[in-house]
């Protein structure tokens, strides 16, 4: 079974922002980001000597970590934006093909077989199949590159019952 896919940037950042908060470790970012601005609100909170006003400490806390947050998923975003292009194979075409072994990859840059006792987890969503095979490293396989509906679900069965994640 196989399949030629073209990702995009767009598809690259869809991806990310679909992943925003199903990703574990986005989670981790998002606690520590409400963290330092926590223990910065509390610091400028008692630098007086007065009493914590803790409406407000909650408030700036949540507000500031937030935006912090933001700013790091941002400023993350564009840096992979601009590090993706065809020559390092993330955008581009590719041809995924399920062999007995595993799932194959192949771009201009790389000829790449994913075992498939190595693939951690298969998901599909309504614009993608995503295959991740490491932390923060994903195959992605846009939707509306197969030629229909059926396609993709098959697709998407066929790696999903071989990797059995």
């Excluded at 590090?83 to 007995?100: A, D, F, K, L, M």
């Excluded at 939707?143 to 990797?163: K, L, P, T, V």
């Amino acid at each position: 079974m196989q399949v030629e896919v073209t990702v995009t940037r767009r598809d690259i950042a869809r991806f990310n922002l679909s992943k925003l908060f199903r990703l574990k470790s986005n989670l981790i970012v998002l606690a520590f980001a409400y963290l330092v601005v926590g223990m910065g609100a509390l610091k400028g909170a008692t630098s007086d000597g007065q009493g914590v006003d803790w409406v407000v400490f909650l408030v700036v806390t949540l507000l500031g970590g937030t935006l912090l947050f933001g700013a790091i998923v941002i400023v993350s975003l564009i840096f992979v934006l601009i590090s993706s292009n065809s020559q390092n194979g993330v955008v581009g075409p590719h041809t995924y093909t399920i062999e007995e072994r595993g799932l194959r990859e192949l771009t201009k840059a790389n000829d790449t077989l994913n075992f498939w006792s190595a693939i951690r987890k298969v998901d599909k969503s309504s614009t993608a199949i995503s295959v991740e095979i490491a932390p923060w490293l994903f195959h992605v396989l846009p939707r509306r590159e197969f030629e229909s509906d059926e396609a993709y679900e098959a697709f998407f069965r066929e790696i999903r019952s071989r990797a059995d994640t």
